[in-house]
């Protein structure tokens, strides 16, 4: 019993000097990463091979197990629709083996792979393109128009399938 009790008395002790002596930001624990600081935007924390295994949220509050996450809020500017270029078709979708795009101006094209990989990419602006799918994998990929005096775009989700 009386080791019961100093046990239960320094596990109290060990709790309460942690909990009011110590605190962790969040901050990059792991080997393999960097960080990246900036005074007027913010700091960001990255690692290498930590892949995500359970998210549990509630509310605002987010707990993620097996992944580095910091308390940050990512914003990005978005053209807004009115300054997309809407006069561009891309079909057939989903596609075999050719991809014809069409457009009122000239546009410059890229197909992505989902994976950020450039597949395809146009030297010169035109009116008309046709790419050859039956080489590529089967899969998603993203297809770019873009004008490039406006610099106005759209994006397609292309669809691959043999």
């Given at each position: 019993?009386k ?13 309460s ?10 901050v ?13 935007a ?12 359970a ?9 993620t ?5 910091v ?66 994998p ?8 873009r ?16």
């Amino acid at each position: 019993m009386k080791s019961l009790r100093l046990c239960v008395a320094w596990l109290c002790l060990a709790f309460s000097a942690a909990a009011s002596g110590q605190s962790l930001g969040p901050v990059l624990l792991g080997s393999a990463g960097a960080q990246a600081e900036n005074s007027s935007a913010g700091s960001l924390y990255w690692s290498v091979g930590e892949p995500a295994t359970a998210t549990y949220s509630q509310n605002a509050a987010m707990l993620t197990q097996g992944f580095h996450q910091v308390f940050v809020t990512v914003s990005t500017a978005v053209e807004s629709p009115a300054e997309l270029l809407t006069e561009v078709r891309a079909f057939p979708n989903p596609s075999t083996d050719r991809l014809y795009i069409h457009s009122e101006t000239p546009v410059q094209i890229r197909l992505l792979h989902l994976h950020g990989i450039e597949v395809f990419a146009s030297a010169q602006p035109d009116h008309h393109h046709e790419l050859k799918t039956a080489a590529l994998p089967a899969g998603l990929y993203l297809l770019e128009a873009r004008d490039p005096e406006t610099r106005r775009f759209k994006t397609f989700k292309i669809v691959i399938t043999h």
